[in-house]
Nanobody, 115 residues
């Protein structure tokens, strides 16, 4: 059973920084792509960032230039570095991985951007 475990969420001030981690129970290279989604109260879940097995990356327009997705295969972990967060970045952040057969989800971690 594949597990994705997020950590690193919490309260952060606007303009600060926060790093989310997603630890996978198997090699991150077994996934075609991994990424982060978020869901704000009353809104649909939206894609924030994706990293493909090739290393290429995609970002939502709303976070380009502020967030960075990265990975460390030595510890099978994917990260989301959040710089200069804004109050509208508040939500539950979910890690996801897809291997072409199934899509897997973590349990989510709450991020609150507030002064």
């Amino acid at each position: 059973q594949v597990q994705l475990v997020e950590s690193g969420g919490g309260l952060v001030q606007p303009g600060g920084s926060l790093r989310l981690s997603c630890a996978a129970s198997r090699s991150i290279f077994s996934f075609n792509r991994m990424g982060w989604y978020r869901q704000a109260p009353g809104k649909e879940r939206e894609l924030v960032a994706t990293i493909f097995s090739t290393g290429s990356r995609n970002y939502a327009d709303s976070v380009k230039g502020r967030f960075t997705i990265s990975r460390d295969s030595a510890v099978d972990t994917v990260y989301l570095q959040m710089n200069s967060p804004k109050p509208e970045d508040t939500g539950v952040y979910y890690c996801t991985g897809s291997d072409g057969v199934s899509q897997y989800w973590g349990q989510g971690t709450q991020v609150t951007v507030s002064s």
